[in-house]
């Protein structure tokens, strides 16, 4: 259970606000080690430092967060991706589901009770692959 709070996290979002409040959400679950970017090109740069989970943004530049995603998909399709926008569109939540994202948050609607939920299931399920392995 000890590498559960191992996990790398990477919060991709052009608010600061959100990034923090994020991040701090992720110390008070007791993971220590996450990575804050303000686009999704500064955390494409950085994919070398391998995450477990990126938090991403929907409506960013110079890319969106599907762009972003597709992306990230190509270098290694192993990482979770969850999108937590204050995005409503239906469209935006399916196309978002069909390019890999594990979820889709919308902001400010108990965002921080389902990040927690999601992370749980991410743990449950790595742990179910670690043990049919």
Do not use: T, W
Request: glycine share 4%.
């Amino acid at each position: 259970m000890e590498r559960a709070k191992n996990l790398k996290f990477f919060i991709v979002d052009d608010d600061p606000f959100c990034r923090n409040f994020y991040r701090q959400h992720l110390i008070n679950l007791g993971f220590k080690n996450s990575v804050v970017f303000e686009n999704g090109y500064d955390c494409i740069e950085k994919l070398d430092l391998l995450p477990d989970i990126i938090f991403l943004d929907y409506d960013m530049k110079p890319y969106n967060g599907i762009e972003v995603m597709q992306i990230i998909q190509q270098y290694d399709p192993r990482i979770h991706l969850l999108i937590i926008s204050s995005q409503k569109n239906n469209d935006v939540i399916s196309e978002a589901k069909k390019y890999g994202a594990y979820d889709y948050i919308q902001k400010g609607e108990n965002d921080l009770q389902l990040i927690s939920n999601v992370i749980s299931e991410i743990q449950m399920n790595r742990r179910l692959q670690k043990a049919n392995a």
